[in-house]
């Protein structure tokens, strides 16, 4: 007689049953940090003036042009600079002084901001110079985000960069329900000059709230000894030559090339199929970083019943930061990391 074994509830032994307890405390214990709380806070404001920013481009390339193919274009000339200038502003981080290229990098961007609303604010709202102002928006985020992944690191140190990593990931998927809902809401209600002093605002206080954070964060540890070009080879080595960041960067841009740039015909499927107005494109931008919080929460409860065995920090931290920058040059804007 044939007996069948019941599948066991719980697939890992080493599954502690207080796990989501556990890192609800380390997430706690690292807010509690003022330094850190500082980058937290200044990465949310500016988050969400991204994401508000890409669904203003996306909504106003349409109604400028009532073209699907330039509300592809709009975004793929907003994410060109991070795939020209992505391989060597990781190097600019590592040589310069990290705060200052984020002070920089912000006070860039509130002038942007600034910039397109005077831009709407006098009528002379065109295609042309909305691509040409977000593209500059484009090479401040191509800049910025090194910077603010090895600012991270500098703070928290290699034992508590996976938390660090994660709360990260928190804040932008926050600011991916702020950002788009601000901007259809304000659309609807204002205009797009209000929107982009709206953007320039997040920008002030993301500023704002980073002023004294430049000392404590540094900047190289010495005189770099390698050139550009050995820089980039040595890298991408690296990268190669890990059997797990390679199998990350593979599915990553697998996945993020053909499937997410879906987002950005979302002003084309709101208007014509479904009709409706800006707010609800905000909507549906912000529904899509909800699933993922959620999702993110899931996994993030579900992380330690994951075998650690042979695993250390320098073994498991390169995936997340190695994710982020395939996803923001497949075109979808603020990009997210993989913490998992």
Known sequence: MTVFRGIPTRVSSVAPTTAPVAASFAFAALLREGSYRRLWLSGLCVNSARWMDLVLLEWLAFQLTDSPFMVG?????????????????????????????????????????LALAAVFAAGRRGFWPLVGLETLFGALWALD???????LYALVGSRRVSTAVSLETVSMQVAEMIGPVLAGVGLARFGPAPCFVVVALFYAAGLLVFMGLPARIGGPTGRATWSLAGSLGAGFREAWREPTVRAVLTITVMMNVPFFPYQHMLPVFARQVLQVGPEWLGGLVAADGLGALLGALAIAGRRASCPTAGSSPSRSS???????PSRACAGRGPARPCSG
């Open 73 to 113: 274009l709009a975004p793929f000339a907003r994410s060109a600079p991070l795939m020209v200038l992505g391989p060597f502003t990781g190097i600019i981080a590592d040589r310069m002084h990290r705060g200052r290229v984020l002070i920089v990098t912000q006070t860039l961007g509130l002038g942007t901001g």
């Open 145 to 151: 985000f090194p910077a603010r992944r090895t600012a």
């Open 318 to 324: 390169p995936a997340p930061f190695l994710c982020w």
